[in-house]
């Protein structure tokens, strides 16, 4: 493993970390709800981004339209989503979360949201500004770099 030299990199590698915590939160959420942890970042989603096509969807969280489809299907049956036409097209269909279960399900985020934002209090306005771009920022490289991996041809051993 490399070692984080330089401060820069110790960042790097704390977002990293923080990445691997973030996911273990989100794999002990959604078992609590009775889902997996992709049908909790398309719930998000669609909860935070509001209805979309099952297309839209795989685009904003990097699935492919088979896997979609399929977590779309489960979060249906577990009724967590449903899908409608769209008003606007009537050959269109929109995913919508079910707002009684993503506030159920969110609910478990609860604790962790307010303690966050507690730490966040040590902070002034103008850092959490700059943190905020900073992340922002980071998020983008990284959302670059995934595009870039699945576009790459599989390693052969």
Do not use: W
Not at 82 to 100: C, I, N
Not at 149 to 156: D, I
Request: charged share 20%; aromatic share 6%.
């Amino acid at each position: 493993m490399r070692e984080a030299s330089t401060p820069r990199r110790a960042l790097v590698f704390a977002l990293l970390d923080l990445g691997t915590d973030i996911n273990a939160v989100g794999q002990a959420a959604s078992a609590q709800i009775g889902i997996n942890q992709t049908d909790l970042i398309c719930l998000n989603a669609l909860f935070r981004q509001g209805p979309m096509s099952a297309g839209q969807l795989a685009t904003a969280i990097g699935l492919t339209s088979g896997a979609t489809t399929t977590a779309i299907d489960r979060l249906e049956r577990a009724g967590y989503a449903q899908r409608r036409g769209d008003p606007t097209d009537r050959r269109k269909v929109l995913v919508h979360a079910s707002e009684e279960g993503a506030n159920q399900a969110f609910a478990l985020f609860d604790g962790l949201l307010d303690t966050v934002a507690d730490r966040a209090a040590d902070f002034t306005d103008e850092q959490l500004s700059q943190l905020h771009d900073l992340v922002n920022a980071f998020r983008e490289i990284v959302a670059g770099y995934a595009v870039d991996l699945r576009a790459r041809p599989r390693p052969t051993p």
